[in-house]
């Protein structure tokens, strides 16, 4: 079956990156783009864009854009996204989707907190 | 952006009940409106793509209606397991866009 497994919570220091993964399993990685969406409590659900997994294309949300870099490893399946000059801003949720039907199969979301 | 309204934001019912919620889009989006139920801690789940089209494993009990910028999810007989949170989300217009989410609550 499909499944999308994303990495562990993470808790960076302002100004510092992080970089979170997402590795698929149950079809072909390559056939299909990955999106990347993060959620907020108050401001709800936001489109950061997405990665062909192919031939490792990004589109990214002009919001998103010097904030988030999309990446792929084929060899592995896993897709992965780096948040740059974090911000308390960026505490949030973020999720992996197959991008199919606008989102078909989604991942379980990573918990990223920025603190001092 | 197409700004997406969701409707109502909480919803208290009772097992068996028939519940609706609804999305409307600030323009047309055609048919290109999913719905979605997240539970705390879990992938959110595809329910309903494209309007009306119920995604695999999804009881049918789930239907989706709807055109051009109104939108509605409906729940036929509301089973234990259906509470939690559920959004809507276009994909006609980049980038896409969600709706707020409705809280569906056991009564």
């Known amino acids: 079956q499909v499944q999308l497994q994303q990495s562990g919570a993470e808790l960076a220091k302002p100004g510092s990156s992080v970089k979170i993964s997402c590795k698929a399993s149950?079809?072909?990685?390559?056939?299909?783009?990955i999106s990347w969406i993060t959620q907020t409590t108050g401001q709800g659900l936001d489109y950061i864009g997405y990665?062909?997994?192919?031939?490792?294309?990004?589109y990214y949300n002009e919001k998103f854009k010097g904030k988030a870099t999309l990446t792929v490893d084929k060899s592995s399946s896993t897709a992965f996204m780096q948040l740059s000059s974090l911000t308390p801003e960026d505490t949030a949720v973020y999720y992996c989707?197959?991008?199919?039907?606008?989102?078909?199969?989604w991942g379980q979301g990573v918990m990223v907190t920025v603190s001092s | 952006d197409v700004q997406m309204t969701q409707s109502p934001s909480l919803l208290s019912a009772s097992v068996g009940d028939r519940v609706t919620i609804n999305c409307k889009a600030s323009q047309n989006i055609n048919k290109y409106l999913n719905w979605c139920q997240q539970k705390l801690g879990e992938a959110p789940k595809l329910l309903i793509y494209n309007t009306n089209n119920l995604q695999t494993g999804i009881p049918s009990r789930f239907c989706g209606s709807g055109s051009g910028t109104d939108f509605t999810l409906t729940i036929s007989s509301l089973q234990p397991e259906d509470f939690g949170t559920y959004f809507c989300?276009?994909?006609?217009?980049?980038?896409?866009?969600f709706g707020s989410g409705t809280k569906l609550e056991i009564k």
């Open positions: 989707a197959r991008r199919v039907n606008g989102g078909d199969y």
């Open positions: 989300f276009q994909h006609n217009s980049w980038p896409l866009t």
């Open positions: 149950g079809y072909t990685f390559t056939a299909y783009d």
């Open positions: 990665i062909n997994t192919g031939s490792g294309g990004t």
